[in-house]
């Protein structure tokens, strides 16, 4: 039975409300720092693909980068290059994939469900920390999510109007265009879950002519035209491509338990409940009494409780397991909470309590906010250059034993670091660090690896190079390097510190024993 909404929800109103969303989603984008390591990995890329021009190949460090696709870097490059490099730009992907989220479960609910449900499922929804924080945390979790949140309700819209004969061709196709979107923002699963949420779904509520649209041709047309010429590219430019982006970066990883952050099958049980608080409080508030008389599960309902636990189950079931990869189960989720809080109740005593709990679980969102900005700081972040101090154009930047992602953001590097590290032991190792990844990315341009990547035997060598070297390491690194007493220390905290060494105009390889200290006071622009 169709539900229309009131008169006073108009689309210039629903246009307003999504407005608010996405404006208290990026309310609080800009404060913090980015955060390591996938902050500045993925913020450092996305501004590596602004400096170099090369809008294809994302770079870590100036080198092919293929655990994930480009969509993410894609828009943080281009809100990048109005903005320059601050934090809320490097987020911004982040935060239009939750707000593509929370607007297609308020116009799919608005249209399919009642108004009062659909605005406390999405007020549930922008106000649960969990979501909040993924909106602002610049990794591609939250971009993909709000892909495949988009899709799934876009098709069910879709196959719900096809029914009573409305329009559904336009819904349609933006599901194939969001699933092309998910394709490029993280993947395979960003056509694979939404396509397993709608046809359990179709099978569940016995809409098997439904499942034809899966063969939509003008909706495939789409998908591939956008989807696939970025794919091709790769392929054509790097024959390992196939092999590293879908069977070790997909398959691999979904089956192996080589990777880092094992966790057993109940894993994000406990996540959900505990990152929902305070709304998941409403779980275990009994129902209200006119409850009972409610009639057995609409096709909405079937949808959300299939969506709740394709998502749950599928990311179950690999040992590694990252919080962030449940983040698509929380609209569903925030439907079926908006759906307890509201279950055999008079809207109107409800109201109160419903303001109480949407203050009181923003108040939890800007705190947690805070509680990041203080606690998770990282010292890369942290270590900025002195004022009158800066790396200037023919500078290089070196790295000691260590890759903090965090620098080339915060110091505005226009040009890849240096990195001194055992590589062949990297070469070898099987768990995810920041050697494996820099390491794997340097099998696809071997010549540009050789150049950035330094064993301890061309240490030397470099540094006794004409130019100005800034060293990056950690603040006992000069334990290690005795030689580092001999470069001016211009920055450090509890954990890293940074130096400055002049080189050496007589390129003597033996500099490093006999160059005198920099004057202090010297700077990078001299």
């Not at 709304?279 to 609409?298: C, H, I, Q, T, Y």
């Amino acid at each position: 039975m169709k539900r229309t909404a009131p008169a006073w929800w108009t689309a210039p109103q629903a246009l307003w409300l999504i407005a608010a969303l996405f404006a208290w989603l990026l309310a609080t984008a800009w404060v913090r720092p980015l955060m390591a390591p996938d902050e500045g990995r993925y913020g450092g890329v996305a501004l590596a693909m602004l400096r170099s021009g090369d809008w294809l190949v994302p770079r870590l460090d100036g080198l092919p980068f293929f655990h994930k696709p480009p969509l993410f870097y894609w828009i943080g490059a281009a809100a990048m290059a109005v903005t320059g490099p601050v934090e809320w730009a490097a987020r911004l992907p982040s935060v239009l994939g939750a707000g593509a989220a929370a607007a297609t479960l308020f116009l799919f609910l608005r249209r399919w469900s009642t108004v009062q449900l659909a605005l406390l499922s999405t007020v549930v929804l922008v106000t649960t920390p969990f979501f909040f924080l993924g909106a602002q945390f610049a990794n591609l979790d939250m971009l993909v999510a709000g892909c495949i949140s988009a899709t799934i309700l876009l098709a069910a819209g879709a196959a719900l109007a096809k029914e009573r004969e409305e329009p559904w061709r336009a819904l349609l196709a933006g599901a194939y265009l969001f699933a092309a979107a998910g394709l490029l923002a993280k993947g395979l699963i960003g056509l694979v879950l939404p396509v397993a949420v709608i046809a359990i779904w179709c099978a569940a509520t016995r809409r098997f002519a439904a499942l034809r649209l899966a063969l939509w041709l003008p909706g495939w047309a789409v998908l591939l035209a956008v989807a696939s010429p970025w794919f091709v590219a790769m392929q054509m430019k790097y024959p390992e491509f196939f092999d590293y982006f879908v069977i070790t970066q997909h398959f691999r990883r979904f089956a192996s338990s080589g990777f880092n952050n094992e966790h057993g099958f109940w894993f994000y049980l406990p996540v959900l409940a505990g990152l929902t608080l305070p709304w998941f409080a409403w779980v275990f508030v009994p129902r209200g009494k006119d409850d009972a008389a409610r009639p057995g599960r609409s096709d909405v309902d079937w949808l959300m409780w299939i969506w709740l636990a394709v998502i749950v189950v599928f990311f179950s079931l690999p040992r590694s397991k990252l919080v962030g990869y449940v983040l698509p189960a929380l609209p569903p989720l925030a439907f079926l909470i908006a759906q307890r809080v509201l279950a055999g109740r008079v809207p109107e005593t409800l109201l109160p309590k419903v303001r109480a709990m949407t203050l009181a679980a923003a108040a939890v969102c800007i705190a947690c906010v805070a509680a990041v900005t203080v606690l998770a700081s990282p010292p890369g972040a942290r270590l900025r250059l002195p004022p009158g101090q800066a790396v200037a154009p023919g500078d290089q930047v070196l790295m000691l034993d260590s890759y903090y992602y965090e620098i080339p953001f915060y110091w505005n590097l226009r040009e890849p670091v240096l990195i001194s590290d055992d590589w062949q032991a990297a070469a070898r190792d099987t768990r995810d660090n920041w050697r494996k990844e820099i390491s794997d990315a340097g099998r696809f341009e071997p010549a540009r690896a050789a150049a950035t990547l330094l064993d301890r035997t061309q240490l030397a060598a470099t540094l006794c190079a004409p130019r100005v070297t800034w060293l990056v390491g950690s603040n006992t690194a000069q334990l290690a390097n005795p030689w580092l007493f001999r470069a001016q220390l211009v920055a450090v905290n509890e954990s890293a510190a940074a130096w400055r060494f002049a080189g050496s105009a007589t390129r003597d390889p033996h500099c490093l024993d006999v160059a005198p200290a920099p004057a202090s006071g010297t700077s990078g622009n001299d």
